[in-house]
């Protein structure tokens, strides 16, 4: 059984930081990449950050230049940086796995997180 637990989230004011911790274990198989997710109340979940195994990072624009996104491959960890918060950045958080097993590709998902930051 596979198993996504995030950690890290929180309460914090403005132009504060938190660093997001995503521990992927059990039978995953072959990781491809590894994300981290958002989704507001009311708002579709949304790509915030994502990793490929061979460790090439992408990011939302929202987020370019605040948040860093980063992986622990030993360990199967993923982790996501984040500085400089707004108020638009309050949402749970949620860590996305992308793997594949024997020939067949699967996406686990952690949780999720809540991140608020206050004005």
């Known amino acids: 059984q596979v198993q996504l637990v995030e950690s890290g989230g929180g309460l914090v004011q403005a132009g504060g930081s938190l660093r997001l911790s995503c521990a992927a274990s059990?039978?995953?198989?072959?990781?491809?990449?590894m994300g981290w997710y958002r989704q507001a109340p009311g708002k579709q979940r949304e790509l915030v950050a994502r990793?490929?195994?061979?460790?090439?990072?992408n990011y939302a624009d929202s987020v370019k230049g605040r948040f860093t996104i980063s992986r622990d491959g030993a360990k199967n960890t993923l982790f996501l940086q984040m500085t400089s918060l707004k108020p638009e950045d309050t949402a749970v958080y949620y860590c996305?796995?992308?793997?594949?097993?024997?020939?067949?590709?699967?996406?686990?998902w952690g949780q999720g997180t809540q991140v608020t930051v206050s004005s």
């Open positions: 996305k796995t992308e793997a594949t097993r024997a020939w067949v590709g699967y996406d686990y």
């Open positions: 059990g039978n995953i198989g072959s990781i491809n990449a």
């Open positions: 990793i490929t195994s061979g460790g090439i990072p």
